[in-house]
């Protein structure tokens, strides 16, 4: 496996494929990829049943868009819409790893998806939160108890919500977590995608 000098892309068998963001933490990008692996594990035990492949699929773009594997190239200042995606496919990945109880921080996604300036995403990464929220997927709270993230100050935690899709139930061919529009906030711009 050979890197291209500027670092962008891994050559793979004769093929190129994006890299990782350098910039994630090395604690994040470590819980990233356990959930990338465990996705691509339930794509093969998901054989021969469609709408389990497409759920573990979902898992699978959802892990590569937080690392940055596709998506809006992580070299590039990203649209508004690009960083709100990358946002939310940080948030469901790190909820989707860790125990169905636990909990994750704004600032997990922000850090993943804004580089060494995540602060500034930090607004973001808590409004995207808000648009997760208000459709049951997750929830936001403080000090153990929910609340709206537009309203509140201070440190949140996000936690899955009543609306988190239960792998074992069945949701049908599209799973809920990965639509476009989850965690999209209305009116965010999205610029032409970038030539890979």
């Not at 670092?7 to 356990?34: F, K, N, S």
């Not at 649209?79 to 125990?99: F, N, P, T, V, Y």
Request: aromatic letters at 4%.
């Amino acid at each position: 496996m050979e890197r291209t000098p500027d670092g962008r892309y891994l050559m793979i068998g004769g093929r190129r494929w994006r890299a990782t963001d350098p910039q994630i933490p090395d604690a994040l990008q470590t819980e990233l990829v356990a959930e990338l692996m465990a996705a691509r594990r339930a794509v093969q035990s998901a054989h021969g049943d469609p709408a389990a492949t497409a759920r573990a699929r979902s898992r699978v773009h959802d892990a590569k868009l937080a690392l940055g594997e596709r998506g809006e190239p992580w070299w590039e200042p990203p649209s508004a819409a690009g960083l709100q995606d990358r946002l939310a496919a940080a948030i469901r990945s790190l909820l989707r790893h860790r125990k169905p109880g636990s909990t994750i921080c704004p600032s997990d996604a922000a850090r993943v998806a804004g580089g060494a300036d995540w602060h500034s995403t930090m607004d973001t990464a808590r409004e995207v939160a808000g648009g997760l929220a208000a459709q049951g997927l997750i929830e936001v709270r403080q000090g153990g108890v929910r609340v709206d993230p537009a309203e509140a100050r201070g440190p949140l935690r996000l936690a899955r919500g009543p609306r988190w899709p239960d792998p074992d139930a069945g949701q049908g061919e599209r799973d809920p977590l990965t639509s476009p529009s989850v965690g999209r906030i209305a009116g965010a711009a999205r610029r032409p995608p970038a030539t890979r």
